[in-house]
């Protein structure tokens, strides 16, 4: 059978002071620095997160604004686009009027030229007729 004396009861308080000791020096600094990096890791994984959600925000943005100017430059191309057509269109029509009225000066002066040609000619026809008359008959008519 077990003697329970003294010796258990020191043996009991060495155990309990040896434990109190323990905690003191041993285990209460080593959860300290385990809590201390624990918090250390998790504050730096929230900064993590935070940054990859910064990140995914400026990401967005810039492609949100590289779609917004490319269908600005794309709107102010079409408006370009169409000013050029109804100027191109404006020149034509100007550039075919100019050349219609050129035409009609260009006919009236040809119809005026050969008016005149026609008529010098109808008052040599007489002279002409007599010229050749007297050349074929070999007589002044």
């Known amino acids: 059978m077990i003697n329970v ?10 155990f309990l002071f040896l434990i109190w000791a323990m905690n003191v020096v041993l285990y ?12 250390k890791i998790a504050g730096l994984e929230q900064s993590i ?22 269908a600005k430059g794309q709107k102010e191309k079409e408006a ?6 109804n100027e191109e269109k404006q020149l034509i029509e100007k550039i075919n009027k100019k050349a219609q009225e050129d035409l009609v000066q ?6 005026k030229d050969t008016e005149s040609v026609r008529s010098s ?5 007489d002279t002409f007729a007599a010229a050749i008359g007297q050349k074929i008959l070999g007589r002044v008519i």
Request: glycine content about 4%.
């Open 5 to 14: 004396d003294k010796s258990v009861f020191i043996q009991i308080i060495n």
């Open 28 to 39: 209460k600094p080593i959860r300290k620095i385990l809590l201390q990096r624990k918090e």
């Open 49 to 70: 997160e935070n940054f990859g959600k910064n990140a995914q925000e400026k990401e967005d943005a810039y492609a949100s604004g590289i779609k917004e100017a490319r």
């Open 80 to 85: 370009l686009l169409l000013s050029a057509q």
């Open 106 to 111: 260009m006919r009236n002066k040809i119809a």
């Open 121 to 125: 000619l109808q008052n040599e026809v």
